[in-house]
């Protein structure tokens, strides 16, 4: 059935390393979006309290002067810069999906939020695998979180970066079928010799996922201020390899094509699209992965959504559990 309503995507810089600075600015930006008629908005990944480009320039060893800093700016659920987004949707009556340095406790995770237009936490969910040197930084998810909302807006999941790159996250996704998805990205400004972390490879898997899972995708991007960069640059060898700006938000609709003249890679602003659900009954009746033009009979996918836990209480159910595994073992 169609449903129309305009979504937002951000494109701008956080206030880097300043949680406090970060969701003043986001405030702002929720208000705009919803003073635009947006019934959604989406900001990209780590945008609370700023991606740590740092992990990219420097030795882990030279980073640990970064961390303490970062790690008392990250964001916790249910402490007060938190519980100020959430009031934001409701006082804004916008949906509003997040990317977050996450702190729990010793640990940060790197997670996205989706609060609904009432300030009701609807999703909190952390990025299954850290990429490449953000395992410095960053503990993994499970696959608990992995999951698609009902909402009224329709069925909306998310993603992170380079989870964009897994083709098994991604059928999962498509699994439940998804109709706006948010594919937080953190900004494409570092290693200009790396061709697979620049724009055109990372936007295109933001376009590929839109034409695979017949969904609309909502694609945040941050931009690299000026004043970021003065920060992390310090010799000549680092300057070669982050740049500012780097912004390359866009709104994909179920065919894949863009649908937002795209701002320029330093501009800061919101793109906005107006989404029809009744898209996705067209591009589904020509290729639906999860349903006619899947072969379960030759490929399936096996999903664990279980919460994996350090620690278990002992109780007597798990104490005879232990024992039918053990008696179980013994058998074979």
């Not at 991604?170 to 948010?182: D, L, N, R, T």
């Not at 839109?210 to 992390?232: H, I, K, N, R, W």
Request: proline share 5%; glycine share 8%.
């Amino acid at each position: 059935m169609s449903k129309l309503f305009n979504a937002a995507v951000v494109q701008a810089a956080p206030i880097f390393m300043d949680l406090e600075g970060c969701v003043n600015k986001a405030i702002g930006l929720i208000e705009t979006a919803a003073q635009a008629d947006a019934r959604i908005v989406a900001f990209s990944e780590c945008w609370f309290p700023g991606y740590p480009w740092w992990i990219w320039l420097s030795p882990t060893a030279d980073n640990v002067r970064y961390f303490q800093q970062y790690h008392e700016n990250s964001l916790v659920v249910g402490g007060d810069a938190f519980n100020r987004l959430g009031k934001a949707a409701r006082d804004n009556k916008i949906f509003v999906s997040i990317g977050a340095s996450e702190r729990d406790h010793g640990s940060l995770y790197i997670a996205q939020f989706l609060f609904s237009d009432n300030g009701t936490l609807l999703q909190g969910r952390r990025k299954l695998k850290p990429t490449h040197m953000e395992r410095t930084v960053y503990g993994d998810g499970d696959g608990s979180d992995l999951d698609v909302l009902d909402t009224e807006l329709g069925r909306i999941g998310q993603l992170c970066c380079w989870e964009h790159l897994q083709p098994l996250s991604k059928y999962a996704m498509y699994s439940m079928h998804e109709q706006v998805h948010i594919a937080a990205w953190p900004s494409f400004s570092t290693y200009p010799q790396a061709y697979a972390l620049g724009p055109e490879a990372n936007s295109a898997a933001s376009q590929v996922y839109a034409l695979e899972g017949q969904c609309f995708v909502l694609a945040p991007c941050a931009t690299v201020s000026q004043e970021m960069y003065d920060s992390l640059v310090e010799t000549e060898e680092q300057a070669k390899l982050i740049s500012a700006g780097g912004g390359y938000a866009q709104i994909y609709a179920p065919d894949g094509s863009p649908m937002c003249k795209p701002l320029a890679n330093t501009e800061e602003g919101l793109l906005i699209a107006e989404i029809d659900l009744g898209a996705i009954t067209i591009a589904k009746s020509f290729a639906d992965p999860v349903g006619h033009y899947a072969r379960p009979d030759v490929t399936r996918l096996l999903l664990n959504r279980s919460r994996q836990q350090n620690v278990e209480e002992f109780t007597p159910e798990l104490a005879d559990e232990i024992v039918a595994d053990q008696e179980d073992s013994s058998l074979k």
